[in-house]
């Protein structure tokens, strides 16, 4: 029992001189020191992803397809031209806001 005592000590010291260790020799940046801009530039936002446009027309395509099998492929198509577009919309969006693209 007083071996276990003993070793369980001796790692706990280990682990403070190992952590105290990494401290003072930690490196921080200057003040006002900022890093290099990134090495490229972000692709424009219409090569990165499809417009709106180019979404409600897939939309309306399948929409028109299911709308044609449930009874209405007007009503499907018009539903499915805006979900896609507005789908298209936020994709476009959060790839601008997340840096893919500008």
Do not use: E
Request: charged share 10%; glycine share 16%.
């Amino acid at each position: 029992m007083r071996r276990l005592i003993v070793l369980g000590v001796a790692a706990v010291l280990a682990a403070i001189v190992a952590n105290a260790a990494q401290a003072q020799y930690r490196t921080y940046p200057p003040p006002g020191y900022y890093p290099p801009p990134p090495a490229y530039y972000p692709p424009p936002c219409a090569a990165v992803t499809r417009s709106p446009l180019r979404g409600a027309a897939r939309g309306a395509a399948g929409g028109a397809i299911i709308g044609g099998i449930a009874g209405d492929a007007g009503k499907g198509a018009a539903i499915g031209a805006g979900v896609g577009g507005i789908a298209n919309i936020a994709r476009r969006s959060s790839a601008r806001s997340s840096g893919a693209c500008y």
